[in-house]
């Protein structure tokens, strides 16, 4: 469904979305439309999940440090620490969860190999 709404964004916005559309297609508002369309709300909303699924988002002005204005590019603020996924912490925190970055030069050709290098090993 995902894969529909993405190549046939403006026509499910006209669709599904007469009140107000956006100027262009997120993924926040694609996943949005497709369980409103698959009418499965009620499988995804806060209480009815049993584990509500996680990650960290770096988008600079979700970032909650006190003390600390975060810059609008986050990686000038936040020093990274990468050796491998396993050992990977943002401003002196390990990171655990999928990790949605959106500074598009902070992932290098370097980590990705290795990341598919660790994960052909497991």
Not at 44 to 65: D, E, G, W, Y
């Amino acid at each position: 469904m995902i894969e529909i709404i993405f190549q046939h964004w403006q026509r499910m916005f006209y669709k599904y979305m007469p009140n107000g559309k956006p100027d262009w297609l997120s993924g926040d508002v694609a996943f949005a439309l497709a369980m409103q369309i698959l009418s499965i709300e009620h499988l995804c909303t806060r209480n009815n999940l049993k584990h509500a699924p996680t990650f960290t988002h770096m988008k600079s002005h979700v970032q909650n440090v006190p003390g600390t204005k975060i810059s609008e590019i986050w990686t000038d603020t936040l020093p990274t620490y990468y050796n491998t996924y396993k050992d990977f912490k943002v401003g002196n925190f390990q990171q655990i969860y999928p990790f949605h970055y959106v500074e598009k030069d902070w992932l290098t050709k370097k980590m990705i190999t290795q990341m598919e290098t660790d994960y052909g090993n497991n």
